[in-house]
């Protein structure tokens, strides 16, 4: 099955620097790559998603990267704030009969301070 | 306005006990799941619905039955309860190739 690798696993930054969360997959199937951001008693909510038709995408201060090739994807958070604070995942999956269950990484806790 | 709603929020429980999860999602998506997450925070899934049909049963103990019995729910129950069920036990939602909503979890204390 999918195997999904996310570094760092902590990251501490200063507001207003950037920050950059990388995570590979194994399965060359995987065709959709969401990032979640989750905040201390809540669930993880959707905060931007990439196709594998896709090299890029950006909104606003948020922006993933996409590397079939290399099975690698990265998130990319320009001018931090103390709300960006948070567990980041990523995810992989494939569309199948199976409908799109995500397979996560295990998540990066982002300080900004 | 609450797009997947979960209770409890919290349970406590013991060990041994049976207990149940509710899970309901009024976004109209045909697919629902359960994901657990441990004290490290890892998310893994479980089990996965596509109109009350199960399709997606991951390497879960028979302990765990989910039951759903509209589209629009997806419950969870756990018989036997043991230590090391205690995590965060997430339902979500999707509908064809849109993201997943999940909900906001119920943390499951077995002591």
């Known amino acids: 099955g999918e195997n999904v690798e996310q570094h760092p696993s902590t990251l501490s930054v200063q507001e207003g620097d950037s920050a950059v969360i990388k995570c590979t997959y194994s399965d060359s199937a995987s065709n959709y790559f969401p990032w979640y951001k989750q905040e201390l008693g809540k669930g993880p909510q959707l905060i931007i998603d990439i196709r594998s038709n896709v090299g890029e995408k950006k909104d606003q201060r948020i922006a993933v990267t996409l590397n079939k090739t290399a099975k690698h994807f990265s998130l990319h958070i320009t001018e931090t704030q103390p709300e960006d604070s948070a567990v980041y995942f990523c995810a992989a999956s494939s569309s199948s009969n199976s409908g799109y269950a995500l397979n996560f990484g295990k998540g990066t806790s982002l300080l900004v301070t | 306005d609450t797009a997947v709603s979960q209770t409890p929020k919290y349970l406590v429980t013991q060990m041994g006990n049976d207990k149940s999860i509710k899970c309901e999602q009024n976004l109209g998506h045909d697919t629902m799941y359960w994901y657990k997450q441990d004290s490290k925070k890892f998310l893994k899934i479980m089990f996965s619905y596509n109109n009350k049909e199960l399709i997606i049963n991951e390497t879960v103990p028979n302990r765990f039955s989910p039951k759903s019995p509209d589209k629009a729910h997806l419950n969870l129950h756990i018989n036997s309860l043991e230590l090391g069920d205690s995590a965060v036990y997430f339902c979500?939602?999707?509908?064809?190739?849109?993201?997943?909503?999940f909900g906001n979890g119920t943390r499951l204390t077995v002591t």
């Open positions: 979500a939602s999707s509908q064809d190739e849109s993201p997943l909503h």
